[in-house]
């Protein structure tokens, strides 16, 4: 609802556009983010990094934004082109999130999963 209510109908198709409209809906979370478009990550650049702030507890989030195509798509992009990596001084734990819409339909589709933290993921793998 928030991304057709808040898209012209002419970039509704449009990445950008919703990504536009994911910043718009995390306006309230800048109080315990920093909130990153286009983020260089590992092997190119994340859609949308969320970082917590130092006085905050909560998880780090990577978002992939994909259109016709299956939201597990976008989690794999994550994990194959190593956008956590560009966490390596974060600590926490951080969650992927996968978000696509279909061109016709408007239907969108979301996939979360939680992962450990940078540091720890290399630490058990050294």
Same mark, same amino acid.
């Given at each position: 609802?928030?991304?057709?209510?808040? =898209?012209?109908?002419? &970039?509704?198709? @449009?990445?950008?556009?919703?990504?536009? +409209?994911?910043?718009?809906?995390?306006?309230?979370? &800048?109080?315990?983010?920093?909130?990153?478009? /286009?983020? !260089?990550? /590992?092997? /190119?650049?994340? @859609?949308?990094?969320?970082? !917590?702030?130092?006085?905050?507890?909560? !998880?780090?989030?990577? *978002?992939?934004? %994909?259109?016709? $195509?299956?939201?597990? =798509?976008?989690? #794999? #992009?994550? %994990?194959? &082109?190593?956008?956590?990596?560009?966490?390596?001084?974060?600590?926490?734990?951080?969650? *992927?999130? /996968?978000? =696509?819409?279909?061109?016709?339909? %408007?239907?969108? @589709?979301?996939?979360?999963? $939680?992962?450990?933290? !940078?540091?720890? +993921? #290399?630490?058990?793998?050294?």
């Amino acid at each position: 609802m928030v991304h057709s209510t808040n =898209t012209s109908l002419l &970039r509704y198709n @449009d990445e950008n556009s919703l990504a536009c +409209v994911l910043s718009l809906a995390f306006y309230s979370a &800048r109080s315990k983010y920093h909130i990153i478009s /286009g983020l !260089p990550a /590992g092997k /190119g650049f994340a @859609d949308i990094v969320l970082v !917590p702030r130092s006085n905050a507890e909560a !998880p780090a989030v990577v *978002l992939e934004l %994909k259109y016709d $195509k299956e939201a597990a =798509t976008a989690i #794999q #992009q994550i %994990k194959s &082109r190593k956008y956590v990596d560009a966490l390596s001084r974060y600590e926490g734990n951080v969650v *992927l999130v /996968g978000i =696509t819409y279909d061109k016709k339909t %408007k239907h969108h @589709d979301c996939l979360i999963e $939680k992962v450990h933290s !940078p540091t720890k +993921v #290399q630490s058990a793998n050294a």
